[in-house]
């Protein structure tokens, strides 16, 4: 591997996601990034949801209450703002707790979509991830790693 590939896969990157398995990421991520002497980042995605709430225009029938429709598409953008907000809190708060563990340089990261294309996409320039083995979607399920 070259010195230029070497510095550019130089992070440690962190996803976390407000499961159990959080302040352990956390912990753990910065314990890392001062033992290789890296920047760290924490990564919070916002995975899409397996069953859209704001599309059932064929639930129900013609000149059936199209109000209860409008009412669902705002609270799913409700829901989808809140999502944000509260990742936005998570990343700060964990950026809080990595500085005062004393890391250097740390910085946070949102996004939409899927972990695992989040995960590639920041490939080239990560070292080492810190994963949580449950996910705050699937804590109950030990079979999915998350």
Same mark, same amino acid.
């Given at each position: 591997m070259s010195n230029e590939l070497n510095h550019k896969k130089n992070a440690?990157?962190?996803?976390?996601?407000?499961s159990q398995m959080t302040d352990s990421i956390i912990a753990t991520a910065a314990w890392a990034s001062q033992q290789l002497g890296a920047p760290l980042k924490f990564l919070h995605v916002l995975?899409?949801?397996? *069953?859209?709430?704001?599309n059932r225009s064929g639930a129900i029938g013609p000149g059936s209450a199209s109000h209860l429709l409008d009412e669902l598409t705002e609270l799913d953008e409700k829901r989808g703002k809140l999502a944000?907000?509260? @990742?936005k809190h998570m990343l700060e708060d964990?950026?809080?707790r990595a500085l005062d563990a004393g890391v250097a340089t740390v910085t946070? *990261? *949102?996004? +939409?979509?899927?972990?695992?294309?989040?995960?590639m996409t920041l490939e080239d320039e990560t070292?080492?991830?810190?994963?949580?083995?449950? @996910?705050?979607? +699937?804590?109950?399920?030990? +079979?999915?790693?998350g």
């Open positions: 440690v990157t962190a996803c976390i996601d407000g995975e899409r949801t397996s *069953q859209p709430v704001s944000i907000q509260l @990742g964990a950026r809080a946070v *990261q *949102q996004r +939409h979509g899927d972990l695992l294309d989040a995960v070292r080492l991830f810190a994963i949580g083995r449950l @996910g705050e979607d +699937h804590e109950e399920n030990s +079979h999915k790693l």
